[in-house]
T-cell receptor, first 116, second 112 residues
Framework: DTEVTQTPKHLVMGMTNKKSLKCEQHMGHRAMYWYKQKAKKPPELMFVYSYEKLSINESVPSRFSPECPNSSLLNLHLHALQPEDSALYLC???????????????FGPGTRLTVL | GESVGLHLPTLSVQEGDNSIINCAYSNSASDYFIWYKQESGKGPQFIIDIRSNMDKRQGQRVTVLLNKTVKHLSLQIAATQPGDSAVYFCAERTGGYQKVTFGTGTKLQVIP
């Protein structure tokens, strides 16, 4: 299984709502990532988890809260978002990054988020 | 490369011709450079990577060239097919093997 799955595919939420994005992989990868992608722009790194520990937070506002319950799952909890947070949120996974292995990341299809 | 502007650079290529997509990178400390393909409605898909101590690597129908002197990366696609139509991103890995920074994409349009 070389697939990264993300749910939901689409999400519309108000600025006072609380919602969560979910990501799952069963490739035995020990690094998982959240990216934000706006239209016609490249993906921008938000968070990196390595061995279920948060290793990189790219100065993301606290209204985005990541969680890695186990090595296969990654969540992104959303609260009090702004309309400018509307974007495609991509999850990715890769092999153990600490060994200098190939940087190949496997991406999910993303969650298209609209904040009203 | 840095993301600038609201319009993706576009490369239009006749089916069967070769395509060359270029990218300028910024960080001399990057240890790997990577090319991703993103089709409409999908996440990026890995194409090929190259270590910083190499200058050329070939895959199936694709070749990546790295020129560290001018910080330039290119992706060559041989015999371009309609299925190659997508946005192509170069990326560089820094930050202790975990941080990957994407450059500005290039939209490849294949004309049948």
């Amino acid at each position: 299984d070389t697939e990264v799955t993300q749910t939901p595919k689409h999400l519309v939420m108000g600025m006072t709502n609380k919602k969560s994005l979910k990501c799952e992989q069963h490739m035995g990868h020990r690094a998982m990532y959240w990216y934000k992608q706006k239209a016609k722009k490249p993906p921008e790194l938000m968070f990196v988890y390595s061995y279920e520990k948060l290793s990189i937070n790219e100065s993301v506002p606290s209204r985005f809260s990541p969680e890695c319950p186990n090595s296969s799952l990654l969540n992104l909890h959303l609260h009090a978002l702004q309309p400018e947070d509307s974007a495609l949120y991509l999850c990715a996974s890769s092999q153990d990054p600490g060994t200098g292995a190939s940087p190949e990341q496997f991406f999910g299809p993303g969650t298209r988020l609209t904040v009203l | 490369g840095e993301s600038v502007g609201l319009h993706l650079p576009t490369l239009s290529v006749q089916e069967g011709d070769n395509s060359i997509i270029n990218c300028a990178y910024s960080n001399s400390a990057s240890d790997y450079f990577i090319w991703y393909k993103q089709e409409s409605g999908k996440g990026p898909q890995f194409i090929i990577d190259i270590r910083s101590n190499m200058d050329k690597r070939q895959g199936q129908r694709v070749t990546v060239l790295l020129n560290k002197t001018v910080k330039h990366l290119s992706l060559q696609i041989a015999a371009t097919q309609p299925g190659d139509s997508a946005v192509y991103f170069c990326a560089e890995r820094t930050g202790g093997y975990q941080k990957v920074t994407f450059g500005t994409g290039t939209k490849l349009q294949v004309i049948p």
